[in-house]
């Protein structure tokens, strides 16, 4: 127990995360960070209809939500059958993705550089 206790008050790290979806019409964020016992972060999404970004907090006396805010934002979803999905991680490096007209067997196609 007691080496438990010390892991988790040196953990440490940081990472992050976004979709933007130029075919289907929404966004996706996240971010997260802990330093000792204490994680902050927030995600957010937007769905053609609404934005909405969570930010939160989790330490010993455990998860929070700090800050919540929803906007209206459109009526929905715009399909573009031309556009591009752009992906970055900080793990996963960037990419991006278009529909594959060319393949019926695929409905998406890497355009990785």
Known sequence: MEKEKE???NAHYAYGS???DGINGGEMHR????DGTKVTGSYSYNDGFVQRTVHYE?????YRVVKDDM????EGPV????GQADVQGSLI??????LDTDDSDKHYKDIRA
């Open 58 to 62: 989790a330490d010993e006396n455990g």
């Open 71 to 74: 906007e209206v934002v459109g």
């Open 18 to 20: 976004q979709v933007i």
């Open 31 to 34: 971010e997260e960070t802990r």
């Open 7 to 9: 892991q988790n008050e």
């Open 93 to 98: 490096g960037k990419y991006s993705i278009k």
């Open 79 to 82: 399909f573009n059958a031309g």
